[in-house]
């Protein structure tokens, strides 16, 4: 789950991290009543998405006065921001922040993050912040620095040293930066976040480390231990989909393909969107319907499909476990007689009570087509939608 800028600033300050006095609003009166308050010789004035390279889109602003703050912040809420991130069809800035302006002196770059293969804590360094680290990466890899600390209720004086060296900091300056390392640490496990990252994170002329943009990602998984982070979702950030998806306890990620695809299984899901891949064409969803998917649920998760404007066809690839195949096939038809399908339908079914699977599907008077097994399908699906 993603948070806006703000939030995670507050988050961070929670923990001891320094970060520039802001505030935030949904609309502009309220944002300039409390922009007053802010004790600053400039504003800074930026859009808050769930997305990186704002400020290329022109979401992000420097203004010298009030007057250009109401200005600014007029043009700005309501407008639909495109960059990297957010794909053609941009997002639309619902809510503003203003905060502080800051006299900077150096940028930095600092991420923290699950690093799996390794099950360590993963910090990424670099004296090139400001910048997209992905564009560093490929430069000026001896710019970026990687340390790996082992889980533990604390970071150490020597871990932290190791992940800001190469910032080439003054003794002062050294000792801020190793306790915002601290701070970061102490945020990303108390928090069961995913990942952390300060681009970018400053030396000012004051010599002050400060955290001046961040953007937090946390585990689903575990936000049923923090119902305090919950409440910080953004419906208006999430595709519509996706949330439907989210009641009805469906894996869906929306894509840009053609073919929508139904799977039990996570490993079987991924697959099965390789190989629609490998003839050719591009899968419109993940969408794992899990285990023990119930006929209510394979029902909403082909209503979640169908309403995908992009699908031409169906793949129903299902592998009977705990899942059985009659149920999958008992969904599929309950769902028909509410939606009108008029895509192709491919169905591929294997394991426990198949038999008796296919034989629902035979018997609904669906216009079908029956696969043998994964190839199999892939290359109908492919061949039907052509």
Known sequence: ????????????????????????????????????????????????????????????????TIEELTSAAKILLGKTLITHQTGPEGREVKRLYVEESSNIDKEFY????????????????????????????NNTPEK??????????????????????????????????????????N???????????????????????????????????????????????????EDPTEIEASKHDLA??????????MVNGAGLAMATMDIIKLYGKEP????????????????????????????????INIFGGIMRCDVLAQGVVDAAKEINISVPLVVRLAGTNFKEGKKILDNSGLKLISAENLDDAAQKIVEAIE
């Open 252 to 261: 869906y990620i929306k894509l840009d393909g053609s073919i929508g695809c």
């Open 110 to 137: 600092l991420s923290c993050l699950v690093d799996r293969a390794s099950s360590k804590i993963a910090f990424i360094s670099s004296d090139q912040g400001g910048m997209d680290i992905e564009e560093v990466a």
């Open 187 to 237: 945020m990303f496990i108390g928090t069961d976040a995913n990942m952390v990252e300060v681009n970018p994170l400053i030396l000012t002329k004051e010599k002050k480390i400060i955290c001046l943009d961040a953007k937090v990602n946390f585990d689903s998984n575990a936000l049923f231990k923090h119902p305090e982070i919950i409440e910080l979702r953004d419906l208006n950030e």
């Open 1 to 64: 789950m993603n948070i806006h800028e703000h939030q995670a600033k507050k988050i961070l300050k929670k923990y001891g991290a320094v970060v520039p006095e802001g505030v935030f609003a949904f609309t502009v009166d309220e944002l300039i009543e409390k922009a007053k308050l802010l004790k600053t010789e400039k504003f800074v004035l930026k859009a808050q998405i769930h997305a990186g390279g704002r400020g290329k889109a022109g979401g992000v602003k420097i203004l010298n």
């Open 144 to 185: 970026i620095i990687t340390t790996k600390i082992d889980i533990a209720d604390e970071i150490s004086n020597e871990d932290c040293e190791k992940i800001i060296k190469i910032y080439n900091l003054t003794d002062d300056a050294k000792k801020q930066a190793i306790l915002l390392i601290k701070s970061v640490y």
């Open 284 to 315: 419109a969803n993940f969408l794992d319907v899990g285990g023990g998917a119930s006929k209510e649920k394979v029902s909403a998760a082909l209503k979640i499909i169908l309403s995908d404007k992009n699908v031409k066809g169906i793949l």
